[in-house]
């Protein structure tokens, strides 16, 4: 029992001050909180307890709130259950760092710096799904640094086709990483033999619950799609174009445009504006159904994006793509009830955010910096997986959606600051026990 341990103190102790750490945080919020999108996952959770999805509108998909509902929609359940899993997710960060053969000492300290990071601590009081991506992506993660690519076990690949199916229900934006993942094992070490591979096993789960569930949406709202939101997304991405879509869509256009101006000289969230058109029955009587509206306003950002496809690439660059390396603040979402503690949080959480932000500059950096060595080298180094998921996720979230961008990194920040530790290690010569032995012999 001692040797156990000793052997892995590192683990419980990084669950002991994450423990303590939660637990004074609970106490001292004692609350839990809601932003603007809980409404869309606590209807769905109310639907599910009453077995009736007369009212479904197609806004969720069901992997979040369906963990909502076996906790019985007690939110400040929820939250306990959430910090569990920041917890978990902690032990999973650890494991892969020590993975890529980082010295545990350091390991331990560089995933207590980030755990302790106390947007971890404001997403797990939300009733939000990012908690539980941020666990989901954590596990794939650690799973692929760990020799996936060389292993042949069915097994895991039917954990992994498992863990992608939830992810994809829970976000069906994550459509994209079983073809990320089967691309990657492709380019390592190529050869035509591995096309037709045990790998394509985790296509099989996701595929079938994402059209599955996009059935169900059909039939609730008449349009093949996992939620009703794409074309409200989509149309986002017009926001500073929007008066240049063909005439026919005007009765969007025009709205659009006036709430646009309207919140620009407010200085407010302009990325917002097709939600008020939406709110102020623009579209009625001829469209009032929520997936009927949304669905015009998918056609009119297509015709729209088609007409200025140019436009469109250089505002998706220069303003979704750039606020994905942001950092989102979740505190003025939620408040302390005692002002000085309020206060203290909101100082360590601007220094933190401060400091994160730094960080994630310095791995945009040296992304250029290991994207070289890939095309000098061409071989798919363990950092590389990791550029591959952060930067596929900042492109094509820039290409669907404007408006919290920054939200999009949260389940990557953790291993962008990961590289930059690795990077360090490179230059410092910092080896694991492991790697020494390795390097002995």
């Given at each position: ?418 590289v930059v530790v690795l990077f360090l290690k490179e230059k410092l010569n910092w080896y694991s026990k492991a790697s020494h032995i390795s390097l002995l012999e």
């Amino acid at each position: 029992m001692k040797q156990h341990f000793l052997n892995n103190k590192y683990i419980y102790l990084l669950i002991f001050f994450l423990f303590t750490a939660k637990l004074l945080f609970y106490f001292g919020y004692n609350s839990f909180s809601e932003a603007p999108d809980s409404w869309a996952f606590n209807h769905f959770v109310t639907e599910l307890l009453n077995d009736n999805f007369n009212d479904y509108v197609g806004e969720r998909t069901p992997g979040y709130p369906y963990l909502v509902y076996l906790l019985n929609h007690d939110k400040m359940l929820v939250v306990l259950v959430q910090m569990l899993m920041g917890i978990i997710t902690a032990v999973f960060w650890f494991k892969t760092v020590l993975k890529l053969e980082i010295p545990e000492k350091i390991s331990f300290y560089c995933t207590l710096f980030f755990a302790l990071y106390l947007q971890n601590f404001f997403f797990e009081t939300f009733i939000l799904a990012e908690t539980f991506m941020l666990l989901l992506n954590s596990i794939i993660l650690y799973i692929l640094l760990n020799n996936y690519f060389e292993k042949k076990q069915i097994i895991v690949e039917i954990c992994m086709s498992v863990l992608l199916t939830i992810l994809i229900l829970v976000k069906p934006f994550f459509l994209f990483y079983p073809f990320l993942i089967y691309a990657l094992y492709l380019i390592k070490n190529p050869t035509f033999k591995k096309v037709i591979s045990v790998k394509l096993i985790i296509f099989i789960l996701p595929a079938y619950a994402y059209f599955s569930w996009c059935s169900f949406v059909e039939e609730k709202t008449g349009y093949f799609e996992p939620t009703a939101y794409f074309g409200l997304n989509l149309a986002q991405n017009c926001l500073f174009f929007a008066e240049k879509g063909p005439k026919e869509y005007d009765f969007i256009a025009k709205p659009y445009v006036k709430y646009r101006e309207e919140m620009l000289q407010k200085g407010e969230d302009a990325s917002m504006a097709v939600w008020k058109v939406w709110g102020g029955q623009h579209l009625a009587p001829k469209y009032t159904k929520f997936a009927d509206v949304t669905h015009q306003f998918a056609d009119y950002a297509k015709a729209t994006i088609a007409l200025n496809f140019g436009d469109y690439l250089y505002y998706s660059i220069t303003n979704s793509w750039f606020d994905f390396w942001k950092v989102f603040d979740m505190k003025p979402y939620m408040s302390f009830k005692e002002n000085t503690l309020n206060t203290f949080v909101t100082v360590i959480n601007t220094i933190q955010m401060v400091v994160l932000l730094i960080l994630k500059f310095v791995f945009l950096i040296l992304s250029f910096y290991y994207t070289f060595l890939f095309i000098k080298n061409k071989k798919v180094t363990q950092v590389m997986i990791l550029l591959a998921f952060i930067h596929a996720a900042a492109i094509l979230q820039a290409l669907v959606v404007y408006g919290t961008n920054a939200k999009y990194a949260f389940p990557y920040e953790f291993f962008m600051v990961v590289v930059v530790v690795l990077f360090l290690k490179e230059k410092l010569n910092w080896y694991s026990k492991a790697s020494h032995i390795s390097l002995l012999e």
